[in-house]
């Protein structure tokens, strides 16, 4: 079995250090990677803090990883060594259910195997995440990535990327229709970036006037400034197509009365409560709706990917070596990035 070298949290309230593990020996169908890149998902911040109640430790983060093959399995089709490939935030499912026969692994009904702060399946062994030196994955859950693309800049991709490339796709986002992203961050930078390639008109709907410059040199054509009521009534029911990349409770009723009939505003962002109550007429009165959307499967992620290597598309980042990971947790709480930070695994091999 390969050692691995990783940082790990060991509880909610410790700083991540330097962690040594075993990995499983490649399987038939199993692809090994050595990590180059792994990037910073807010969520790996809550999780190794614990902020939703379910965190496992020993806990390894990183579920956006970019790699080099370095072993494959007897019965591995479609990875050889030495290609550049990635790995999102699943390295398993049930594979039988509706959801999986559909593509749609992240909706497993008996719930995927998450990169880390989750249970191998049908195992008490932990899955650790890409904050380390290499991974072993079954290869239905490995993406290729083109050459044509800054490495670095990729790792993003397999969270923040999918995450915003999925319901883009769902809802038939295409050229000629107007499309508003709500927050400029991790999520919605990629938004902009997607949205524009696709061909719509793309709207920057924030709440900070200092993000307005940053929002067009992305893509966006407008920006809506949601605080401004004047300009919220100018653009009112004329977006197809709402991206609410929000991460925090906020209130959904002036982003609703934005969209014109048959006009659909879908959560990426956020995870609890919602407040204050939705009114009901505004969906009611236009056949509106309101839905949400998680991480692509895994076809999805490889028409993310190509499309991304088709168009030049990556992520905004700043590299980090492994050592600064806990100042990125703290500079994160503070949203001091521009706008994924990604940390250069090669960092592991020097001196603590």
Not at 110 to 123: G, M
Not at 147 to 152: A, C
């Amino acid at each position: 079995m390969p050692k691995a070298q990783g940082y790990a949290a060991h509880d909610a309230h410790s700083a991540l250090v330097p962690f040594t593990f075993e990995r499983r020996s490649p399987g038939p169908r199993d692809v090994q990677i050595e990590i180059l890149y792994s990037g910073i998902c807010h969520s790996d911040l809550h999780q190794a803090r614990n902020d939703w109640h379910n965190s496992l430790y020993p806990m390894v983060p990183g579920h956006e990883i970019v790699g080099r093959v370095t072993a494959v399995g007897a019965d591995v089709t479609k990875f050889k060594v030495g290609d550049l490939a990635g790995v999102g935030c699943m390295v398993d499912s049930c594979r039988t259910c509706s959801s999986c026969a559909d593509g749609l692994e992240q909706y497993c009904e008996n719930v995927a195997t998450w990169t880390y702060n989750s249970k191998l399946r049908n195992s008490e062994e932990l899955a650790f995440g890409g904050y380390s030196d290499l991974i072993v994955v079954d290869e239905h859950f490995v993406v290729k990535v083109s050459p044509k693309l800054d490495l670095k800049a990729v790792a993003p991709l397999l969270c923040a990327g999918i995450t915003t490339w999925s319901p883009l796709r769902h809802w038939n986002v295409a050229k000629g229709q107007k499309v508003g992203v709500i927050g400029l961050g991790g999520l919605g930078h990629m938004g902009i970036k997607f949205a524009k390639a696709l061909g719509a008109h793309v709207v920057m709907i924030t709440t900070s006037p200092n993000k307005a410059r940053d929002a067009m040199r992305l893509g966006a054509d407008e920006v809506l400034l949601s605080t401004d009521k004047a300009q919220m009534k100018q653009h009112a029911r004329s977006f197809d197509f709402l991206l609410d990349t929000i991460p925090n409770g906020h209130d959904l009723n002036p982003y609703a009365a934005l969209l014109k009939r048959d006009g659909h505003l879908v959560l990426v962002g956020a995870l609890m409560e919602l407040t204050p109550p939705l009114f009901g007429g505004s969906l009611v009165g236009g056949r509106k709706s309101i839905a949400g959307s998680a991480i692509g499967g895994m076809a999805e992620t490889q028409e993310m990917l190509d499309f991304c290597a088709e168009h030049g598309i990556v992520s905004d980042i700043e590299v980090i070596d492994i050592q600064s990971v806990n100042e990125a947790y703290e500079r994160l709480l503070k949203n001091d990035v521009k706008y994924r930070f990604v940390i250069d695994m090669a960092s592991l091999k020097k001196v603590a």
